[in-house]
């Protein structure tokens, strides 16, 4: 019999894992990323590592895949961000100043006035216990609609690990499927100065981006692909120095939000020239794995966007991301593809970008 000219030959499906970092509304950017890579058949994502908004692309993205594999997936994570949409905006995120909400996106004048100033510091005078005393968070009627945390528990299809910041113990907590709810999630997401502390099992929790943005180390402990993929929202590199004070806090803000990763980077790095070098003792050598790390940074697709944007979720904003994401997947792959499972495709030595 002949050879059927259309049948296409099978390709080997390489096993990545994702990281995922927290950003607000900049995690419509992540949706992005994620809807490119379901569509490429040569991938499969087995296990997700993420914080904050990276958190709830993570869960949004297991309910799909649960629900209906690649195709699930996707449909499932635009569903997610249109109730994002839907449900008030900027309280999403965590946006409770009126003048922001008021003036986001204005002249650039504006916000460095003194009454722009001193309406800011208002704002961090006071406490989201005063505030927001009945602790009011649209979070938790978007993530109980969208995701089947029963479901996730009994058999999520990927591996998950939700970090969160452990208030009095100044500890990182990284969650599994097995014991994820919407509690989780909002500990998960919770920005100290806009909402009430998150309490699991007697301890507060705060947004795990301050300890592990995302956190990397669970990923070499657990039976994991050896691929890393991961996708920040937060820019390493600036080229200009802030000057104003709403630039200075932004930078501060993403220096911050960065410094965890990068201090676990620079340690995997160390470890990858140990293992590189045969400075191991043999004893030593099975307690570590040589992974493969590879990112879609945001200091290309997102460096034009400030820290006020984060709470912007109106629809052709997150569109616009998620256009960006797309992007910067599918630049990866063409640039990168040919490195999964062989090397890594970053400078561990240097850091990133």
């Known amino acids: 019999m002949p050879l059927n000219p259309f ?7 390489r096993p990545i894992s994702v990281a995922l970092q927290g950003g607000g509304s900049h995690g419509a950017f992540e949706w992005g990323v994620l809807d490119r890579l379901l569509e490429d058949e040569t991938l499969e994502i087995q296990a997700v590592t993420a914080a904050s908004a990276g958190a709830m692309n993570a869960v949004a993205l297991a309910q799909g895949l649960l629900d209906g594999g690649r195709e699930g997936g996707k449909a499932r994570l ?12 900027r309280n999403v995120f965590g946006d409770t100043s009126v003048w922001t ?19 800011e510091t ?5 406490s989201p216990y005063e505030f927001n ?7 938790q009627e978007i993530l109980e609609a969208e995701v089947d945390f029963a479901a996730l528990r009994e058999g999520s299809p990927i591996k998950l690990y939700v970090s969160a910041t452990a208030v009095r113990l100044s500890k990182s907590r990284v969650f599994r499927e097995t014991e994820l709810t919407c509690r989780h999630i909002m500990a998960s997401a919770c920005l100290p100065q806009l909402f009430h502390a998150v309490e699991i099992d007697g301890e507060p929790y705060w947004d795990g981006g301050y300890l592990a943005n995302p956190a990397l180390w669970p990923l070499f402990y657990d039976k994991t692909p050896d691929d890393i993929l991961l996708v920040s929202l937060n820019p390493f590199v600036r080229e200009d120095t802030p000057k104003t004070p709403g630039e200075i806090m932004d930078r501060l803000n993403e220096i911050t939000f960065n410094a965890a990763l990068g201090a676990e980077l620079r340690a995997i790095g160390f470890v990858q020239k140990l293992l590189d070098e045969g400075l191991l003792k043999d004893n030593a050598r099975g307690r ?5 790390i590879h990112a879609i940074t945001a ?4 460096a034009d966007l400030s820290m006020a944007s984060k709470f912007n979720t109106e629809w052709s904003f997150l569109e616009d991301l998620k256009a960006r994401g797309r992007a910067a997947a599918e630049a990866w792959l063409e640039a990168d593809r040919a490195n999964i499972g062989v090397r890594s495709s970053i400078d561990l030595q240097h850091g990133l970008p």
Do not use: C, I
């Open 101 to 119: 909400s008021a003036f986001a996106g204005g002249s650039d004048w504006l916000k460095s006035t003194p009454g722009w100033r001193m309406a």
């Open 7 to 13: 049948k296409k030959t099978p390709v080997a499906v």
């Open 299 to 302: 200091d290309g697709p997102l």
């Open 78 to 89: 635009e569903s997610f961000w249109r109730q994002v949409n839907r449900h008030g905006g």
């Open 288 to 292: 570590y794995r040589s992974m493969l």
């Open 122 to 126: 208002l704002a961090m005078s006071m």
């Open 133 to 139: 005393p009945f602790n009011l968070n649209p979070l």
